[in-house]
């Protein structure tokens, strides 16, 4: 299914790149609410969607697939408002739409940019809101951000080797990315043992080497549950 998934988004990401990764400053883009998931930039997540509110927004969505993806703070509500939501949320892009028999809809969606929640804008019958981009703070290359960046992905090939969940191809993933930001965007939204708050947490760190030492913090934890 990774595959054929790949094929569906490809396209879509390319477009983006040649787009030259225009800002999202100032834009006005409908709100998603989702309960207990935190989408992080250049993460592939489907989404179930069966509010009649979030329904209707897939549904409006013309020739610009873009949505703002925002966890709520707290599950249980069933109709949020805008001060239900976290303050930074994702960027994204809906690939796909299937219609599911029970009528809710499953939805590909594909991160793209950290941004911050503005104005709301409208409120029926769905949420929109002005968005502002969240600039990360990159570290200049030296030894000890090259030291961080091993030991991350170092730990977690190894919880990826002895999870019996967890898929092997995502250690090939995970060697492949070079920019140390979006190794840790990865691995956060490839752990399922991480909370959602700790994950909102991390998408919230604009600064990479911090985002860097909460996912390495987190990682070697888990080793040592492993072992235990």
Do not use: W, Y
């Not at 879509?12 to 609410?33: I, M, T």
């Not at 991480?194 to 913090?217: C, F, G, Y």
């Amino acid at each position: 299914m990774a595959s054929d998934f790949l094929s569906i988004i490809e396209p879509a990401r390319r477009n983006q790149q040649d787009e030259g990764g225009q800002s999202s400053g100032g834009r006005v883009l409908p709100v998603l609410p989702v309960r207990d998931t935190v989408l992080f930039p250049h993460a592939v997540l489907p989404l179930t969607v069966g509010r009649e509110s979030s329904i209707q927004l897939i549904q409006s969505l013309g020739d610009e697939k873009t949505v703002v993806v925002v966890a709520q703070r707290d599950a249980r509500v069933d109709a949020p408002q805008p001060s239900d939501l976290h303050s930074v949320g994702t960027l994204a892009t809906v690939h796909k739409v299937v219609k599911m028999p029970n009528q809710s809809l499953f939805v590909f969606t594909e991160g793209t940019q950290r941004v911050k929640l503005g104005e709301f804008n409208q409120f029926e019958p769905f949420m929109t809101a002005s968005v502002e981009p969240v600039p990360e703070i990159t570290p200049a290359k030296g030894t000890e951000i090259e030291a961080l960046h091993r030991n991350v992905t170092s730990q977690f090939q190894q919880i990826v080797t002895s999870s019996p969940t967890l898929s092997d191809e995502l250690q090939t993933i995970a060697l492949n990315i070079e920019d140390p930001g979006r190794l840790v965007d990865f691995i956060a939204s490839s752990l399922p043992f991480l909370p959602t708050t700790e994950k909102q947490e991390l998408l919230e760190t604009p600064d990479v080497v911090a985002r860097m030492e909460r996912i390495n913090k987190h990682l070697a934890k888990e080793l040592e549950v492993q072992q235990l």
